[in-house]
T-cell receptor, first 112, second 116 residues
Framework: AQKITQTQPGMFVQEKEAVTLDCTYD???????LFWYKQPSSGEMIFLIY??????QNATEGRYSLNFQKARKSANLVISASQLGDSAMYFC?????????FGKGTRLSVIA | SQTIHQWPATLVQPVGSPLSLECTVE??????LYWYRQAAGRGLQLLFY??????ISSEVPQNLSASRPQDRQFILSSKKLLLSDSGFYLC???????????????FGPGTRLTVL
């Protein structure tokens, strides 16, 4: 079964600095997708970025980029130029032959 | 554009009472639909998913059930709520079919359920 591991329960970052949120996965699916979602205190789940297992390049979406290392089974999220509004829970998720499996999340706090 | 609605937004129910949460999607046809539960301070747990009308797959055995009476409507139900059913319930949709599990899922605003 798929498993997602986020080893950082909480992270702090200074405003305008970059931060990396770690995610490792375990899967036997030949083709799969990796996702990052943001959950602010309101509870909504906001899609941030997607990486397909056969994508040759790392995904980028504005200030978000995904550092995909397939051999190491890692899919870390990099947020550049952090803003106060980035403070939230961040979830890494995997899907393949089955729907999304989520990690336990990392709480990011951006400090002014 | 596609939108997803959930209601109610919040709900307080006594133990043993029934439950019905509704999710509807607009702007797309034959979507995959999903129900997740999030306990306080925890990650999301997939409860049910559906790839078509009347097709429901259960991921976790429990006292909850799901139904899909129409293409873009997904309902989560219980005949008798337990204290452990408290949590934040999220509905999501994605593209159609089992091959679309790797499609991005888009979530509704959620329902916060408290069972007392």
């Amino acid at each position: 079964a798929q498993k997602i591991t986020q080893t950082q329960p909480g992270m702090f970052v200074q405003e305008k600095e970059a931060v990396t949120l770690d995610c490792t996965y375990d899967t036997s699916d030949p083709s799969y997708g990796l996702f990052w979602y943001k959950q602010p205190s309101s509870g909504e789940m906001i899609f941030l970025i997607y990486q397909g297992s056969y994508d040759q390049q790392n995904a980028t979406e504005g200030r978000y980029s995904l550092n995909f290392q397939k051999a190491r089974k890692s899919a870390n999220l990099v947020i550049s130029a952090s803003q106060l509004g980035d403070s939230a829970m961040y979830f890494c998720a995997h899907s393949g032959n089955t729907p999304l499996v989520f990690g336990k999340g990392t709480r990011l706090s951006v400090i002014a | 554009s596609q939108t997803i609605h959930q209601w109610p937004a919040t709900l307080v129910q006594p133990v043993g009472s029934p439950l019905s949460l509704e999710c509807t999607v607009e702007g797309t046809s034959n979507p995959n639909l999903y129900w997740y539960r999030q306990a306080a301070g925890r990650g999301l747990q997939l409860l049910f998913y559906s790839v078509g009308i009347g097709q429901i797959s259960s991921e976790v055995p429990q006292n909850l059930s799901a139904s899909r009476p129409q293409d873009r409507q997904f309902i989560l139900s219980s005949k008798k709520l337990l204290l452990s059913d408290s949590g934040f319930y999220l509905c999501a949709w994605s593209g159609a079919g089992r091959m679309a599990f790797t499609d991005t899922q888009y979530f509704g605003p959620g329902t916060r359920l408290t069972v007392l």
